[in-house]
């Protein structure tokens, strides 16, 4: 029998939730409070006594309400931000009131069946090698180290370093990344005790040079090296040419890892495969199924080729744990999680492999319907080759584009960021959310008339 007081708090925030997933059609999409207000207004004291919990429920949502940016409208175009598909979004739900600690394989069957299910949906899905490890970590970052770490530790055993010493002491491991890589590539390294990346020039559209990553291959003295590629650029949405990038990295015996946190998804559109080709041929990859994918956040995805390398890099034995080969913190950072995978379970099994394709290149035109509105407004220029979900503009000199920027944030709309690409102020927009409709392009590319004018 459920609590009484569980029930009434979970009534409430069904409500609740329901109340503010129904606001999203029409309420400006910046906060309407900042974070000072916000923590003023729930009392910044610890209170002495209990309070019900279906009361704290109500508080809660009452007084973060105006400090919510509608994320999860179509019209928020900010950095990469999906909203939630609603099987996705009700599964994570289900992850909650389940209270499952989705460590090893034996203790929670259940998740992890769900978990293992959706890894070999998603190789599948994004044409990536059957069999490999699939991981679900917090997120892109957390992804990126995952394969980072377990390309450092294959790279250190095959130079014959015993990686359990530690990196002191051992060959040290070189790193190419193309100059606009992501700049949570870099944290993702520092996490790994690695050095930043020697930068390897690119493209007008940010994508690594072939010869000049040849060049730089050749120059190293042929030790331990990792050589990390990108699906997506954040500005242009451009992928870097795996067909030609990875064979050169493993004619020198690199480890290629690839940050495809949103581009990876163009694997799975038939329209927008060729932005991926070759991309399958690296050794490790990591995604973000909060972007692309439209789930809760908390849902980064890390694939490693060789699923013993994932393992060696992240898996821990303690006395008091009832392991078995396959338990899912052997693919994750952290032991004690919650079952992330569901979420993801969840989208796939709602949309199908057609449902994924529709949806990612529903995303692409809604993207080049901005592009070709943006072309006629005076001043404006699209200054990327609009090839996937990414838009960049500029207003004429960065300070009417700063101002443009400006205007439409104030202006409530529609969110869309500003930025500085090539040595140029630009306005970005990033279309991320299943849930856009031509309406939301509609209504957002007005508000930019208005702003630009």
Not at 184 to 190: E, Q, T
Not at 297 to 323: F, K, N
Not at 431 to 436: F, I, L, Q, W
Request: glycine share 10%.
């Amino acid at each position: 029998m459920t609590h009484p007081d569980t029930e009434k708090a979970l009534e409430r925030a069904h409500a609740l939730a329901t109340t503010w997933l129904g606001s999203l059609d029409d309420r400006p999409v910046p906060a309407r409070a900042g974070a000072d207000a916000v923590a003023d207004a729930l009392g910044r004291d610890l209170p002495d006594e209990p309070t019900a919990a279906a009361e704290v429920v109500d508080l809660l949502a009452g007084t973060v309400e105006p400090g919510l940016v509608a994320m999860p409208s179509g019209r928020f175009f900010g950095f990469v931000i999906g909203g939630s598909h609603p099987a996705a979004l009700a599964a994570d739900w289900l992850v909650g009131a389940w209270d499952q600690n989705a460590v090893l394989r034996q203790v929670t069957p259940g998740v992890a069946a769900v978990e293992e299910v959706a890894g070999t949906w998603l190789l599948d899905l994004l044409g990536l090698p059957p069999g490999s490890g699939v991981g679900f970590a917090t997120g892109a970052t957390t992804a990126n180290f995952t394969g980072i770490a377990s390309g450092r530790d294959a790279l250190l055993r095959a130079a014959g370093w015993d990686v359990a010493r530690g990196l002191a002491g051992g060959p040290a491991v070189r790193v190419l990344a193309g100059r606009e890589r992501h700049d949570s590539i870099d944290l993702a390294l520092r996490y790994a005790g690695l050095p930043s990346p020697e930068l390897v020039d690119v493209d007008d559209q940010g994508r690594v040079r072939p010869d000049a990553l040849a060049d730089a291959l050749r120059a190293g003295s042929g030790g331990p090296t990792l050589v990390l590629l990108q699906a997506g650029n954040l500005h242009s949405g451009a992928s870097d040419p795996f067909d030609a990038c990875v064979p050169l990295a493993h004619e020198h015996g690199a480890w290629v890892h690839v940050d495809g946190a949103f581009g990876l998804w163009a694997a799975a559109a038939p329209t927008y495969r060729h932005l991926t080709a070759g991309v399958e041929a690296a050794d490790s990859w990591a995604t973000d199924a909060h972007k692309t994918l439209n789930v809760p956040y908390d849902c980064g995805v890390v694939v490693v080729r060789d699923p013993a390398a994932l393992t060696a890099s992240m898996s821990v034995h303690g006395d008091y744990l009832i392991q078995e080969a396959g338990d899912p913190f052997g693919r994750v950072p952290e032991m004690s999680r919650r079952a992330r995978g569901v979420p993801v379970w969840a989208a796939l099994r709602s949309l199908g492999r057609s449902g994924v394709a529709e949806m990612v290149e529903r995303m692409g035109r809604h993207a080049r319907t901005f592009a070709e509105a943006i072309a006629t407004i005076d001043g404006a220029q699209v200054v990327n080759d609009v090839v996937f979900t990414q838009v960049c503009a500029t207003f004429g000199d960065d300070e009417r584009t700063r101002a443009v920027v400006e205007r439409m944030l104030a202006d409530g709309t529609a969110w869309t960021s500003g930025s500085r690409w090539r040595d140029r102020a630009v306005l970005r927009i990033s279309v991320s959310n299943a849930g856009t409709t031509d309406d939301d392009v509609a209504r957002s590319i007005e508000a930019l008339r208005r702003a630009a004018t």
